[in-house]
């Protein structure tokens, strides 16, 4: 995740919208009971630190499957495994 990207997601004054979302009360009242036990002020913050994990995870998959794509485009075009180590290692010790 980019560096700008991350700083946003962590501002807390980030504008927020209202969605409705039905969920089994049995599940709601299961994660009533979690929230405070894991440091969380209500159960709605809890469900969006779920969102938030979940995301991200997929996020980070979909990244990864785009990286995979350009590192097998490069060596079919002729780029040494050399080249792209070194322009990989680059780009994550920024």
């Known amino acids: 995740m980019k560096i700008e990207t991350l700083k946003q ?4 004054n980030r504008p927020m919208i209202t969605v409705t979302l039905g969920i089994p009360e049995d599940v709601v009242e299961e994660l009533k009971q979690l929230a405070p036990i894991l440091g969380f002020s209500g159960y709605q913050p809890l469900i969006r630190a779920y969102i ?5 995870a997929d996020l980070e998959k979909l990244e990864n499957n ?3 794509a350009l590192i097998a485009s490069l060596k ?3 780029v040494s495994d050399d080249v792209i ?3 990989l290692n680059e ?3 920024k």
């Open 9 to 12: 997601r962590l501002d807390k």
């Open 85 to 87: 180590h070194e322009a």
């Open 91 to 93: 780009v994550v010790n």
């Open 66 to 68: 785009t990286v995979n």
């Open 76 to 78: 079919r075009h002729g």
């Open 52 to 56: 938030g994990q979940g995301m991200r």
